[in-house]
């Protein structure tokens, strides 16, 4: 497993903009996909978008597409979620999560077995 830690979260405006970042320890972060995870109060935690290990392939939420940005930076060990247009219903604590299993699977939340502690992104109308 690796260690991770998200930072950039933040209270903005809607049509601002934040970008999140998430840092892993360990030599293994280069090997596994990345998901940034968000829940709202009272509501389930959702995928919002996953990166594969090479970042060679993104995926994203509905309600992100065209908004967000997911990448990394495997020398720094470290992936970001660039998110513009923020709306409040962006407004939830964001975590970043990994898993070692395929790409196929990389819906399935079960199989992220590292997570961070969460970063609260609130976005003011």
């Known amino acids: 497993q690796v260690q991770l830690v998200e930072s950039g979260g933040g209270l903005v405006q809607a049509g601002d903009s934040l970008r999140l970042s998430c840092t892993a320890s360990?030599?293994?972060?280069?090997?596994?996909?990345i998901a940034w995870f968000r829940q709202a109060p009272g509501k389930e935690r959702d995928i919002v978008s996953i990166?594969?290990?090479?970042?060679?392939?993104?995926d994203y939420a509905d309600s992100v597409k065209g908004r967000f940005t997911i990448s990394r930076d495997n020398a720094k060990s470290t992936a970001y979620l660039q998110m513009n247009n923020l709306t409040p219903e962006d407004t939830a604590v964001y975590y970043c999560?990994?898993?070692?299993?395929?790409?196929?699977?990389?819906?399935?939340?079960?199989?992220?077995?590292?997570w961070g502690q969460g970063t609260q992104v609130t976005v003011s109308s």
């Open positions: 999560a990994a898993s070692g299993s395929s790409w196929l699977r990389r819906l399935d939340s079960t199989l992220y077995n590292s």
């Open positions: 990166i594969s290990w090479s970042g060679s392939m993104t």
């Open positions: 360990g030599r293994t972060f280069r090997t596994l996909n």
